[in-house]
């Protein structure tokens, strides 16, 4: 039988897999972006993931996020890293069950080379994405993956060089809900500019 890694270096070669295996991610929030974008990196072959998050499993998330029934009340992180070890046990995880603020951001995510914001509030994404370009990382955020349909609309928008952002920068989720097929489609976007990023840099 065909390996996990043997079949990932049949699609996008040895030397691609040891530059994506060797990245470190940070995933700011582990919720409907940042648990199905962890999905889809971790399917891609990344093994190295800060995943900080400080929120439980409830039933009101199942509808949109990668947790299941027999999660609920479990700590985020730790029924993430179950999930994600399903997919591939050889994976090396950092679990920070802890807020993320304006004067921590560095302590979480100071040794990861790309981080993706998977938060909800506005003004923490904003505050997020200032102090990780001040530290010098690559960021992929979202804006506006709330609502039905229209989902070619969620677009990749080049901000600056080490600045991407993934979404249609309109629908505001407090409005318009956030659910599966959408915040899906944005999540993995996500998940590819992290690839294309890894693959593509020297």
């Given at each position: 039988?065909?390996?996990?890694?043997?079949?990932?270096?049949?699609?996008?070669?040895?030397?691609?897999?040891?530059?994506?295996?060797?990245?470190?991610?940070?995933?700011?929030?582990?919720?409907?972006?940042?648990?199905?974008?962890?999905?889809?990196?971790?399917?891609?072959?990344?093994?190295?993931?800060?995943?900080?998050?400080?929120?439980?499993?409830?039933?009101?998330?199942?509808?949109?996020?990668?947790?299941?029934?027999?999660?609920?009340?479990?700590?985020?992180?730790?029924?993430?890293k179950r999930n994600l070890l399903r997919v591939n046990p050889d994976l090396e995880l950092t679990l920070i069950d802890k807020k993320i603020e304006k004067n921590n951001v560095k302590e979480l995510f100071g040794d990861c080379q790309i981080v993706i914001e998977c938060l909800?509030?506005?003004?923490?994404?904003?505050?997020?994405?200032?102090?990780?370009?001040?530290?010098?990382?690559?960021?992929?955020?979202?804006?506006?993956?709330?609502?039905?349909?229209?989902?070619?609309?969620?677009?990749?928008?080049?901000?600056?060089?080490?600045?991407?952002?993934?979404?249609?920068?309109?629908?505001?989720?407090?409005?318009?809900?956030?659910?599966?097929?959408?915040?899906?489609?944005?999540?993995?976007?996500?998940?590819?500019?992290?690839?294309?990023?890894?693959?593509?840099?020297?």
């Amino acid at each position: 039988m065909e390996s996990f890694q043997d079949n990932l270096i049949k699609k996008i070669g040895k030397d691609n897999l040891v530059k994506i295996q060797s990245a470190k991610v940070g995933l700011a929030g582990a919720g409907g972006l940042g648990s199905n974008c962890a999905l889809n990196l971790v399917r891609v072959g990344f093994k190295k993931l800060t995943i900080v998050d400080f929120d439980v499993v409830t039933e009101a998330i199942l509808d949109r996020q990668f947790y299941f029934l027999d999660q609920i009340g479990m700590k985020k992180t730790e029924a993430l890293k179950r999930n994600l070890l399903r997919v591939n046990p050889d994976l090396e995880l950092t679990l920070i069950d802890k807020k993320i603020e304006k004067n921590n951001v560095k302590e979480l995510f100071g040794d990861c080379q790309i981080v993706i914001e998977c938060l909800d509030k506005a003004e923490c994404k904003s505050m997020l994405v200032e102090e990780l370009l001040n530290l010098g990382k690559f960021v992929v955020a979202a804006s506006g993956v709330g609502g039905v349909g229209a989902s070619d609309d969620i677009r990749i928008h080049k901000i600056r060089k080490n600045l991407v952002v993934v979404g249609d920068l309109e629908s505001d989720i407090s409005l318009k809900p956030a659910l599966s097929p959408r915040v899906n489609v944005a999540a993995a976007k996500q998940a590819d500019l992290v690839l294309d990023f890894v693959i593509n840099m020297s």
